[in-house]
């Protein structure tokens, strides 16, 4: 049997290309050169933060650098989510709304992707509610 395929920082950029139409928006021009947001176009909300971080910073072992995805979740899936290798409470984001995903290898494509899909939905623009039972004003 085939172990499961990893994404990599390009094959996530790469498949919110190919299925949002989003390229990656670097705003710290020059200071964190390695790190980009994924945003709603029109918007410009934010469903993705691409981030090269420190190993202990996550509170992992090492000092070696790795890529993370930060993706917004459901609180309740967040909690579940944090207890599969590779995904940890998000860093330097509200941490029962986003987590982090490692791109190491340690997460398969398939929920990588599937994380993203969610945070996308997440956070897209919500249509507009009428506003029912409001009597209307008089002049």
């Known amino acids: 049997m085939n172990a499961p395929q990893a994404a990599s920082r390009r094959q996530v950029i ?19 050169t390695t790190s980009c947001v994924l945003r709603h176009s029109g918007t410009r909300k934010w469903f993705g933060l691409l981030m090269n971080v420190r190993r202990n910073l996550l509170g992992l072992d090492g000092e070696e650098p790795v890529d993370i995805l930060n993706v917004k979740c459901d609180p309740d899936v967040a909690s579940i989510a944090r207890g599969a290798e590779g995904i940890l409470p ?10 982090s995903i490692l791109l190491d290898g340690s997460v398969p494509e398939e929920m990588v992707f599937d994380l993203l899909d969610r945070s996308f939905e997440l956070t897209a623009p919500k249509a507009r509610r009428l506003k029912k039972d409001v009597p209307p004003t008089s002049c």
Not at 21 to 32: L, N, S
Not at 90 to 99: G, L, R, S
């Open 14 to 32: 790469s498949y919110v290309a190919d299925t949002y139409g989003v390229e990656p928006d670097w705003p710290w021009d020059g200071t964190y």
């Open 90 to 99: 998000a860093y330097h984001m509200n941490k029962d709304a986003w987590v």
